[in-house]
C-alpha cells in the first residue's frame, strides 16, 4: 500500500490562512480529494505549516478552521518586526561564505535568544488558541524545529516528550520576532528557518502532496529552496505553491494578521483550480 503525506510549509499567518483555504477549496471541488488529504498516513508541518497540520489533526472541520482565518476577530499578535527585519537577520547569517549550515543557523539563534520580544507565556498563549485541541492526535504527526544552541533540525512527534502546544510555538518561533521557546534545557526556534518544506521529515512516504505559500521561484537563503527540495524527494510528488493573485493577497508582511482573510479567500480560489489534478494524483 502507498503511504501518503500532507506536507504543509512555512510561511507566517498567511500562510496558515491560505493553506487552510487551499484544502476547503479542495473540497469544495473534489471532496473525495480533501478526505484523502486529510486521512493521510503522515501529517508534516513546518512553522505556518506546524499550525494547520496539528489543526487536522485534532480532527476540526475544514469549514470551522476556514472560518477561524476570515474572523474579524482573532488571538493573533500584531508583531513588532516584519519579514524584511528577518531577511536582514538571514542575510547577516550569510555574511560568512565559510560557515556551514548549522553554524549560520547558530548565529540567527543566538539573535533569536538575545531579541526583545513578548514573554514566552504570551506567545504560548497566542498558540494555544490557534488549536482546538492542545493534546497530540493518535496518528502520525510531526513539526519541526530548531535547537538554537546546535541549529540542528529537530522533528517532533508525540513520542518527543515535548507538548504539543510547545512543539508547534517553537516550529512557529521566527528568530526575532518571536521568543524561542524553553523545553527543559533547550531552547528551540522556527523550523522553517532552514528549510520551509523539511521533506527529510518525510522520507518513509511513497507520495505526498505538499503546500507551499510562496512562489515556485522564491528566493531562499539557505540550501536550494523548496522546489528543488521537492524536485529531489524520492518518491511522488505534487506541489502546489502559491500563484500570484495569492502572493498579492498576502501584502507586504505576512506576519500581520490584517493578511489572514485575503489569503484565506485566495488559498481556497488557488484550492478549487487544484483540486481535479490533486484527486487525480491520490487516485479518487
Do not use: Y
Amino acid at each position: 500500500m502507498t503511504k501518503r503525506g500532507l506536507v504543509l510549509a512555512g510561511g507566517g499567518l498567511a500562510g496558515i490562512a491560505w493553506e487552510t483555504g487551499v484544502l476547503v477549496g479542495i473540497s469544495d471541488e473534489a471532496p473525495e480529494a480533501a478526505r484523502a488529504l486529510l486521512a493521510a498516513d503522515v501529517l508534516l508541518g513546518t512553522s505556518a505549516g506546524s499550525t494547520v497540520a496539528a489543526q487536522l489533526g485534532s480532527g476540526a472541520s475544514l469549514e470551522a478552521l476556514f472560518d477561524a482565518q476570515v474572523a474579524a476577530e482573532t488571538h493573533e499578535l500584531v508583531p513588532g518586526a516584519s519579514i524584511d527585519d528577518v531577511m536582514q537577520l538571514f542575510a547577516g547569517a550569510m555574511a560568512s561564505p565559510d560557515a556551514t549550515l548549522e553554524e549560520r543557523l547558530q548565529h540567527i539563534g543566538a539573535v533569536a535568544v538575545a531579541a526583545d520580544t513578548v514573554p514566552e507565556p504570551v506567545r504560548r498563549a497566542v498558540i494555544g488558541h490557534r488549536l482546538p485541541s492542545r493534546e497530540w492526535p493518535d496518528r502520525v504527526l510531526r513539526v519541526t524545529a530548531i535547537d538554537v544552541e546546535t541549529g540542528e533540525l529537530v522533528i517532533v512527534d508525540r513520542d518527543s516528550g515535548i507538548g504539543l502546544v510547545d512543539a508547534v510555538a517553537a516550529s512557529c518561533a521566527v528568530p526575532g520576532v518571536w521568543p524561542p521557546v524553553t523545553v527543559g534545557d533547550r531552547r528551540f526556534m522556527d523550523g522553517g528557518v532552514g528549510s520551509t518544506v523539511n521533506l527529510t521529515a518525510a522520507t518513509d512516504c511513497d507520495a505526498i502532496v505538499v503546500l507551499v505559500p510562496s512562489s515556485e521561484s522564491a528566493p531562499t537563503p539557505f540550501g536550494a529552496g523548496a522546489a528543488a527540495e521537492i524536485a529531489g524527494f524520492p518518491g511522488e510528488t505534487l506541489a502546489v505553491f502559491a500563484d500570484d493573485d495569492s502572493i498579492a493577497a498576502f501584502g507586504p508582511n505576512p506576519l500581520d494578521p490584517a493578511c489572514r482573510i485575503p489569503s484565506a479567500n485566495a488559498g481556497r480560489t488557488q484550492g478549487r483550480q487544484h483540486a481535479d489534478a490533486i484527486a487525480r494524483f491520490l487516485g479518487v
